[in-house]
């Protein structure tokens, strides 16, 4: 192994804020003009100024003098010494909260400044961290430390994400310093949680210790390290420069250090990077064939390792062009599938992976943030021209897509064998929130028996490394804290996402976590109304704002907020995560949100074909014939209500029973009578009422 350290040795703090770098040569993509500006930058002893490859709107004839137009976040970031000032001042400010080029320089360090949108008058600002971790790998110690500062320092709850990180809301700028460095003395980092670079990457979460699923998680590991930013700035702001030594395969640091054709910037502190970084955010996800728990085809690419028929990796087959956000009202953005661009031998998937981050970084745009992704790119110049551009920086050919079987949505919620004689237990959480009995019970268990947990990326915790006997009375535990076994929850609740939005994220427009549940029994109750079982389940997203974090454009139904109380609502995705979804409805307000289920519902359950889903339903029928049910629908026929008042149909609900009422130290006989009894009180009760 090669040891590398996370910060810069040397680096000076000039006191004079205007000193210059005499000239700046230039940054220059093979389709565009070189620049020539002067820089109010604080320089690093070791960086001469070079001609360097990087990043520039390709928009101008090479024989023009005009600068191509750039966003103003690129030039924050030109001028902040590679992301560090003026954060590395603002955070010492007496004011509560930093200025605009800190606002964006902070996001690559893994935060967001924010406000309590629910109070009116003076804004309470505060700061959401996220972590980053690779896989969603949490080690223990990270995880009590987590619990600890969100008691100590945040709101009192952790917050699971959709790319398999933790969220720490309202932490106050006083009081930065102390989380950040805390977080990177228990193991944690969130180096690039966010921001302009390589965000979380992916994996399937489940610990399964078969080579498919280890080579998986050891390949997002190697990438994640391979484009972890090299210049230092997040150790110099939060640990004053403090060196942490992390060890890194050689093939990592191998890959990184290669210029054999054109991928780096010579002499600069970030190889990969340069000094403007990457023009937008990029989403990398790695997984194993049948295994769609990482929503593969949403991201900037999608790794997937190709094994032969004795479970060794070969190679891997490489998508790229996913990415969910968009804007309302503008039709130029748009969500999109990734799509595939070949093949690589096992060997060669770090240097596939720099070539397109490259392509990205030279070619991408840098005018319009709006345009930036590389889903746009790939848009304008089409695949062809994309791959041709990416060989060139890869050095070969990419060879032809391998076939794959079909894809799956799994969970992994429940008790599982890891392989190794260990257990593991996956638990749903509502949105991702750990608070209240939840986290307080989630700390007790993890801190007992000192478990490793794993996030999913469908916002879902996992403990793993657990024993055969501790199983029993972890099970009990986490009941009584309302962390049931996945068959007492409710099959709508177990694939739902929906992100933060109101009250702290500046960008929502309505409610997407705290609406949720209320939206949830909304649909259960339609369901119930128009016949449809218990146990069928659709996919629901809810997002507050169109970017898109809760991957709602995949859903089969899908709510984007886009006005206050009001949803867009997409229809098409799939249970497998493989197609994406169209705007079916504008401007729905959330109080007319039945008008719009229940004939859905209605026709999906007496027109569907076998075991046809939801998704699949909406797009062979297609949006003018289900507008159409809409507007025709006066309510569904009513049938006599009939009461099945046996207790158990099969043995499969005896044995679910079962299990339940030895949580509450009751026989099943008991329990199923005092549900028929409840049950029938509640319709007496509402028949008198």
């Not at 620049?35 to 990043?55: D, M, Q």
């Not at 049931?484 to 694939?495: A, M, Q």
């Amino acid at each position: 192994m090669t040891t590398s350290f996370g910060t810069t040795t040397g680096t000076l703090t000039p006191t004079d804020p205007k000193i210059r770098f005499q000239s700046f040569t230039g940054l220059k993509s093979s389709n565009s003009i070189a620049l020539t500006r002067n820089l109010r930058v604080f320089p690093l002893p070791f960086c001469t100024p070079t001609l360097i490859r990087a990043v520039s709107t390709p928009l101008k004839p090479e024989t023009s003098t005009a600068e191509p137009k750039r966003s103003k976040v690129e030039i924050f970031k030109e001028q902040s010494n590679f992301i560090r000032y003026p954060l590395n001042e603002e955070i010492y400010t007496d004011t509560p909260n930093i200025n605009e080029a800190s606002t964006q320089l902070i996001k690559f360090h893994g935060s967001y400044q924010q406000y309590n949108r629910d109070e009116r008058g003076t804004r309470s600002y505060s700061f959401m961290l996220r972590t980053k971790n690779p896989g969603g790998k949490v080690p223990n110690q990270l995880y009590l430390t987590m619990d600890d500062l969100a008691d100590q320092f945040g709101i009192g709850t952790l917050r699971l994400t959709t790319r398999q990180t933790f969220q720490l809301h309202g932490v106050l700028k006083k009081d930065l310093k102390t989380v950040m460095s805390t977080i990177i003395r228990n193991m944690g980092s969130t180096l690039g949680a966010c921001g302009d670079l390589n965000r979380n990457v992916l994996a399937p979460a489940a610990p399964f210790m078969t080579k498919e699923y280890k080579f998986a998680q050891e390949t997002a590991e190697n990438i994640a390290a391979l484009l972890t930013p090299q210049s230092g700035f997040y150790y110099d702001v939060w640990v004053d420069g403090e060196k942490f030594m992390t060890s890194e395969p050689p093939e990592v640091v191998k890959a990184r250090n290669d210029n054999s054709h054109g991928t780096n910037f010579p002499d600069s502190p970030e190889p990969i990077y340069g000094t403007q970084f990457l023009p937008r955010k990029f989403k990398i996800a790695v997984t194993v064939p049948t295994d769609n728990s990482v929503d593969i085809l949403t991201n900037d690419i999608g790794v997937v390792v190709v094994f032969d028929e004795n479970g060794e990796p070969q190679g891997f087959n490489i998508y790229v062009g996913g990415g969910m956000g968009r804007t309302h009202r503008q039709e130029t953005t748009f969500p999109r599938l990734g799509e595939p661009l070949g093949y690589v031998p096992k060997g060669d998937i770090l240097y596939a992976i720099k070539a397109i981050v490259a392509t990205q970084r030279d070619h991408g745009r840098r005018d319009d943030r709006k345009y930036s992704r590389m889903k746009y790119l790939i848009s304008s110049w089409g695949i062809e021209k994309f791959r041709n551009v990416v060989e060139q920086y890869y050095g070969k050919k990419f060879e032809p897509f391998h076939e794959l079987p079909e894809w799956e949505f799994k969970s992994y919620l429940g008790w599982h064998e890891q392989g190794d004689g260990a257990l593991f237990c996956g638990l749903h959480v509502d949105n991702g929130r750990i608070g209240g009995k939840m986290k307080k019970t989630l700390r007790e268990v993890i801190e007992k028996y000192n478990l490793n947990v794993r996030i999913t990326p469908n916002q879902n915790l996992i403990l793993c490394d657990i024993r055969s006997a501790w199983r029993r009375p972890i099970t009990t535990v986490l009941a009584q804290a309302g962390l049931l076994h996945p068959r007492y929850v409710d099959p709508l609740n177990l694939t739902a996402m929906a992100c933060p939005a109101f009250p702290l994220c500046p960008l929502a427009i309505t409610e997407a976590e705290r609406g949720i549940p209320d939206i949830l029994k909304r649909v259960r109750a339609v369901f119930e109304k128009v016949g449809l079982k218990y146990s069928e389940s659709i996919v629901i997203r809810v997002t507050g704002c169109p970017n898109g974090c809760a991957r709602p454009y995949m859903a089969e139904l899908g709510l984007v907020g886009d006005g206050p109380n009001s949803y867009q609502i997409w229809l098409g995705g799939t249970p497998n995560q493989t197609q994406l979804a169209r705007t079916f409805m504008n401007k729905v307000k959330v109080q007319d949100l039945e008008k719009v289920f229940e004939p859905l519902f209605y026709y999906w359950k007496r027109k569907r074909q076998p075991k046809e889903s939801f998704g699949d339903f909406t797009t062979r029928m297609g949006f003018e014939k289900l507008h159409e049910l809409v507007d025709k629908w006066e309510g569904p026929v009513q049938s006599p209500v009939r009461y099945n008042l046996k207790p158990f149909a099969d043995k499969e609900t005896y044995e679910a029973m079962e299990e339940l009422a030895k949580l509450q130290n009751k026989s099943p006989h008991q329990l199923a009578m005092e549900v028929i009894r409840n049950f029938v009180a509640a319709q007496q009760n509402g028949k008198s009422e």
